[in-house]
C-alpha cells in the first residue's frame, strides 16, 4: 500500500517562510510527476506547483516568485519551499504523486493535506 506524508504546515505570519516535505512510502517502482496542491475554504483545490521526475517545474501564477519545489528521487520526497507568505495563501496542502508499481502501472495517489495558516 502506497502512502503520502505531508509535513511542514503551521501557523505563520504575513511574510514569512514554511517548507512542505511529502514521504512517499510502500512497494514503489519509480514516481512519475509529483506535485503540490491547495484547498482554500469554500474553493476548489488548485494546483500549486509541480515538478518531474527529471526535474522540469511548473508553477501557478499566484506562487511564482514566492515558491519553489524540490525532490529527492532517492527519498521519494518533494518539497515545497513557500516565502513571503500571504494570508491568501491560507489554505489546506495536499501532495500529489504518480507512482508506477512493479508492474508498471501509474496511479495517482494524494496525502491527506496539511494546513497552512497565514495571519495578517
Known sequence: QVQLLESGGGLVQAGGSLRLSCAASGIIFSIDDMGWYRQAPGKQRELVANISRGGS??????????VTISRDNAKN?????M?????EDTAV???NARIVSVRLVGVDYWGKGTLVTVSS
Not at 520526497?77 to 519551499?81: N, P
Open 83 to 87: 516565502n513571503s507568505l500571504k494570508p
Open 77 to 81: 520526497t518533494v518539497y515545497l519551499q
Open 57 to 66: 517545474t511548473n508553477y501557478a501564477d499566484s506562487v511564482k516568485e514566492r
Open 93 to 95: 496542502y495536499y501532495c
